[in-house]
């Protein structure tokens, strides 16, 4: 699609529209609870922003089934990580804005690379300021810590915070507190219990080999320490411990896949602002997934163009 055709679907009359609920074809199986997963919203006090996760949310809200509650994947806002102080609070007020106005479900949230602040600032102080770092992403969602577990029913839900410091960038990895409470996590959890895991980038993927736009000159695939965990090895040898691990939901690379990799699917669920709102990123339009978890353990996803 082209960046006018998308701007012109995308205008404020056709985000006014109602918005009619979604309806799904359910299985034979009896559906235990529904959870829309919105990752990679990037919004941003643009119209085009604003009235897409508008769109997103009431599309989220008003399924059918009704979802049960949002899993916010991270990158709620679309840059803190190089944004003044003042640029980084119009963005956060656009996003409790629309949640304010659109949003009746309880969220769940996961932090992103870009909801981080200052990382990539130069300025001496901003290190010494108290919303530095994951303080200003924590408090604007109101997470107690950026890493933590909850239970829905007969499932028991991780959420991971995938993103780290690394020489003014970011890397893709758990650090070690948060490695070792994993650890004893998964060790408190009844066996009977189903487990998803959450975080922000992938931990197994293929559609992160498909970010780039061609290989390296030698033919290697070329793969980002910020698109992959790089301490998979580690967090799957662990998972495989634990037979009730049944799916991992990330999103960060803006596409969408799904591989099972010993016995764990692992889902990445494209992007709500697509190309950053600037209409598909490589053919895939702005989306979220929906999923249904089931008593016996068994997850079904399906996605939403929105």
Known sequence: MQ?????????????????????????????????????????KPTTIAEEGMRKAYKTA????????????????????????????????????????AENKLPVYNCIGNHDIWGWQMTEPEIEADALYDKAWVLQQHKMSNRFYSFEKHNWHFIVLDSVQENNGGYI?????????????????????????????????SFCSAMFADKNEA??????????????????IDLFKQYKNI?????GHIHLQDSVEYFGIQYYCNGAVSGDWWSG????F????????????GTVKREMINY
């Open 285 to 296: 339009a702005p989306a979220f997934a929906v999923f249904d978890f089931y008593e016996d």
């Open 3 to 43: 960046r006018r055709k998308f701007l012109q679907s995308a205008s404020i009359a056709t985000f006014a529209t109602s918005i009619a609920p979604v309806a799904f074809t359910m299985d034979n199986k009896q559906k235990f609870f529904r959870a829309a997963f919105l990752s990679d919203v990037h919004v």
């Open 172 to 204: 893709a990895r758990l650090d070690e507190p948060q490695f070792a409470w994993l650890e004893n996590e998964l060790k408190t959890i009844d066996a009977a219990k189903h487990i998803c895991i959450v975080s922000h980038i992938p931990i197994v």
């Open 218 to 235: 030698n033919g290697d695939w070329r793969i980002s320490r910020a698109l992959l965990h790089v301490d998979n090895r580690r967090i």
């Open 280 to 283: 598909p990123f490589k053919g």
């Open 61 to 100: 809200n008003n399924l059918n089934p009704k979802a049960d509650f949002i899993i916010n994947g991270g990158d709620a806002i679309m840059d803190a990580l190089k944004a003044t102080k003042e640029k980084t609070q119009l963005q956060w007020d656009v996003w409790n804005k629309v949640l304010q």
């Open 246 to 250: 049944v799916c991992c939901l990330s």
